[in-house]
């Protein structure tokens, strides 16, 4: 469905000390960093596809995060979420949300909710049962 997502951020280095042990900790790899182009994407072991890419706006401008707007990282386990809510928060994000069921949106939805240092909004949740 999806063939990339995209993150603006406005610090390169930072955003990539944030991200990296977060995508690690989600079992996902590195397919390219380019610290002089400013950005990084990072997909599936088995699968060249979605990306998840970080860098600076391609129109120049300062990157900003949007009211409402979110990425929801998949986790196989809950045990997954709660380890990868405790990466971001040690790589400098902010809690939006403690790792725990979320019964509103389904009886197995387990989520945690964090900022990154750009203050994007992130959420790595998990949809299976215990």
Known sequence: MLS??????????RAFNFYSPLMDALGLRLKFSDAAQHWAGWCATDAPRPLFLIGRPF????????????????????????????VALASCGVCEGLPGLRPQYH???????????????????????V
Do not use: E, W
């Open 4 to 13: 990339h997502v995209f993150i603006g951020i406005t610090d390169f280095d």
């Open 107 to 129: 009886a197995d939805y387990y989520g945690a909710y964090f900022r990154d240092p750009d203050g994007n909004k992130l959420c790595v949740c998990c949809h299976d049962a």
């Open 59 to 86: 129109n120049g401008n300062a990157a900003a995060p949007g009211n409402g707007q979110m990425v929801a990282l998949l986790a196989g386990s809950r045990a997954l979420v709660d380890q990868s809510h405790a």
